[in-house]
């Protein structure tokens, strides 16, 4: 439990750093929380004005923290240097500003694509980012998560529609693994305590060992929806393709790049079982096939289309 510490976050505006920032207020810790826009005031919560690329807001950041929970990064950007310049420098900016403060204690966020970071430009600068981490000299923990799904998500939502639509277009043959956006909270906060294990690379997943196969995702995905789904294997080049079109319709707002389209084909994306998170500090408890429903039935709600 963190409570009563003061937590410093990044990305606590986004997708899984939102989750985190609800669960440090939920078991009591103090947050200062990094945003680039004004937000309503929440208790416990001190947003501090400012970015990566701005040192001086980083100090007044991890000022007096105990932890810092560093989620912010991107996972999309035109070129090497955009993807260099949010996962790596700006990774090597909140360890200046945690050794500047004497904070000890450093959650990063990564990427299971830090495995093979010669596939994709995303992949080469979350391995970057981990070795500053590691060569850092804190008290350091790394996640490289899996694919993330939960309510709110807008990375997995095209899929959701894919399958209401009965379709769902997959990469070629190989296999995943998945963590609902909860559990992966669970594991950051847990992680950011004092008594949690530091210098320790951890991939956590649902717990479904060897992962799920495309073809057993895209069926989880329809009985999410309520419809009969049809999971078709992709081949490489028509992704290449469908990442033309994407770009074309949707510009810098295109989810199937070609830097993703380049790990997406990657056969192997399933959680390294040598490298879970030790049972007495973490373990998952939402059931993937419920998480999916889950979320499904909150798109709906939300009128996503």
Known sequence: MV????????????????RVLDLLEKQGASVRALTRRPLDPRPNVEWVDGALDQPES???????????????????APTQQAFDAANLHGTEAMIAAAKSAGVQRFIHVSSLAARE?????????KAKSEAVVEASGLGWSIVRPPAVYGPGDKETFDLFKMARRGQIFMPPKGRVSLIHVDDLARLLVALAATNAPTGTIMEPDDGRAGGWSHIEFGNALGEAV????????????LMKLGSKIDGLIRRDKAKLTADRVAYFCHPDWVANPALAA????????????????????????????
């Open 3 to 18: 409570t009563a510490l003061t937590i410093a976050l990044t990305g606590g505006t986004g997708f899984v750093g939102g």
């Open 58 to 76: 980083l100090y007044r950041l991890v000022e007096r923290a105990d932890a810092v929970i560093h989620v912010a990064g991107a996972i999309n």
């Open 117 to 125: 970071p010669q596939l994709s430009q995303y992949g080469a600068s």
């Open 226 to 237: 309520g419809v009969p789904s049809r999971t078709i294997s992709t081949p490489r080049i």
């Open 278 to 305: 030790p049972a007495e500090l973490w373990r998952p408890e939402i059931d993937t096939r419920k998480g999916l429903k889950a979320t499904a039935e909150w798109y709906s709600e939300q009128r996503w289309h």
